[in-house]
């Protein structure tokens, strides 16, 4: 009898592990930060039912989410570093950004602008295919999704767009010479689409071009930018290029637009000090204790100061 309780005790135990990995497994992308996000239109209402979708890097792994009635999206118990977060809804531009998420302190509220597109009626019947294509691309079935909206695309030349779907599946192929193929077309009918230069940037830093990305950058109008998580992260491609001066500018824009953006202050601080101004640098790094006084980066932040005043 013994036995045989130890024995359905084994069995039960061996049972749970195998049960939890099927559940643990797949949510790699599980920790302890949290995100919070806005989404907006081009007057500042907010836009519901966004479809949020976040892939972490490290995990390979992600999830989808929808804006509530204020545009508001939360992301709970996420493990840290870079995420890419694509925003989508049907009769606006879609948006795609890159997220480095800290697990240690509070993460910025991230605030996206989507635009609105004119000229293109969204049918039951198109907004079905479109859906499906998309549902073939969040499951991973890559090449189905191509073929879908290619067909989509035929059936409607109106609908420039989908090159920005069919952008993303090249990209998530690792091909970004074909993602950038895509991604070009929307420039050729809307040639100032900021977004559409934003990812031809991002394709390329991911390819390691980032001489390529950075000029795509620059084609950007600047004044047109006003995320403060793009901000940053164009801003970190030209420090990482030793383009000090010109990432200065972007990390400058990104605290004007938010004034309590932690990364962006502390990176402006890193800029100043770099370039050798250093009663900027102090103004900044004097800036970012006020907001965060007792993080791991805070005493990062107090070493810079000590250093400065000697």
Do not use: H
């Not at 024995?7 to 919070?36: C, D, E, H, N, W």
């Not at 990432?247 to 962006?264: C, T």
């Amino acid at each position: 009898m013994n036995w045989r309780y130890r024995m359905k005790k084994a069995v039960f135990g061996i049972f749970s592990i195998l049960l939890l990995a099927v559940f643990v497994f797949p949510q790699t992308y599980r920790g302890r930060a949290r995100l919070v996000g806005f989404v907006y239109d081009q007057e500042g209402n907010p836009i519901e039912d966004v479809k949020v979708k976040l892939y972490s890097i490290l995990a390979e792994a992600g999830f989808d989410i929808k804006t509530n009635k204020e545009g508001k999206w939360i992301a709970m118990g996420i493990r840290g570093g870079q995420w890419n977060i694509d925003f989508e809804k049907l009769g606006y531009m879609p948006q795609a950004i890159s997220v480095d998420v800290s697990s240690f302190e509070p993460n910025p509220e991230v605030k996206v602008t989507l635009e609105k597109v004119e000229g293109i009626i969204i049918t039951d019947e198109l907004k079905q295919k479109l859906d499906a294509g998309n549902k073939l691309f969040d499951e991973g079935k890559l090449e189905e999704a191509i073929q879908a909206y290619e067909k989509l695309l035929e059936e409607n030349p109106d609908l420039y767009i989908i090159n920005q779907n069919l952008g993303n599946c090249y990209f998530q192929m690792e091909q970004y010479d074909k993602a950038v193929e895509y991604y070009k077309k929307i420039l050729e009918e809307d040639p100032g689409n900021t977004n559409a230069m934003i990812l031809i940037g991002k394709a390329y830093a991911n390819k390691g071009d980032d001489e390529l990305a950075l000029e795509w950058y620059k084609k950007i109008n600047f004044e047109e930018l006003k995320d403060p998580t793009v901000l940053y992260n164009i801003g970190t491609r030209f420090y990482n290029m030793a383009n000090y001066e010109e990432a200065l500018k972007y990390y400058q824009r990104s605290v004007e637009i938010k004034e309590d953006f932690l990364d962006g202050i502390y990176q402006l601080g890193l800029t100043y000090l770099t370039l050798g101004k250093n009663d900027e640098a102090i103004a900044q790094f004097e800036n970012y204790l006020k907001i965060d006084p007792d993080s791991e980066k805070a005493d990062q932040v107090k070493g810079f100061l000590n250093y400065l005043r000697r």
